[in-house]
């Protein structure tokens, strides 16, 4: 048995009105879809991650994203086989950023994503667009069906 099911048992239950457990996963009738990034980002373009994020999220937003996060690395562990920082190949150097998307379905995020990169704010030669600050050959992504949510 898995050391989490008791504490997803407690905290993934769905509350009554009087605020009894149903006994049942929290698990939102709208289920949401979630584009996830992990990147090595040069630690000194943090700022420049920053710009380039703020620029590019809002179009998210603007296509139909719900919620748009940037996790800047500060607790990244090297793995004994494997980890975040080997996925996406950082050196000393850099910083692994971990970033998603979150759409209200996937039809919702299939949309958005194809008149995102139809954008031509996409084009790194449109004036206005900041650079990109990291290599985005070494990006990981995906795009996630949620099958779980748990919420207080």
């Known amino acids: 048995m898995s050391i989490w099911l008791p504490v997803i048992r407690r905290w993934g239950t769905r509350r009554t009105q009087a605020g009894a457990p149903t006994g049942q996963l929290n698990r939102s009738e709208?289920?949401?879809?979630?584009?996830?990034?992990v990147i090595a980002v040069p630690t000194a373009n943090k700022q420049k991650f920053i710009e380039h994020a703020r620029h590019f999220?809002?179009?998210?937003i603007e296509l139909g994203a719900i919620r748009?996060?940037?996790g800047w690395g500060d607790d990244v562990p090297d793995g004994k086989v494997t980890d975040f920082r080997r996925?996406?190949?950082?050196t000393a150097e850099e910083t692994v950023a971990f970033?998603?998307?979150e759409?209200?379905?996937k039809a919702t995020r299939d949309a958005g994503m194809k008149k995102m990169m139809e954008d031509p704010r996409m084009d790194p030669s449109t004036p206005g667009n900041p650079p990109m600050p990291?290599?985005?050959k070494r990006m990981i992504f995906?795009?996630?069906e949620q099958v779980v949510e748990v919420k207080v």
């Open 87 to 90: 996925a996406v190949q950082a």
């Open 57 to 60: 999220d809002a179009m998210f």
């Open 68 to 70: 748009v996060i940037e």
């Open 30 to 37: 709208d289920i949401s879809y979630i584009d996830g990034f």
């Open 134 to 136: 990291f290599d985005g």
């Open 142 to 144: 995906g795009g996630f």
């Open 99 to 101: 970033s998603w998307v």
């Open 103 to 105: 759409w209200p379905d």
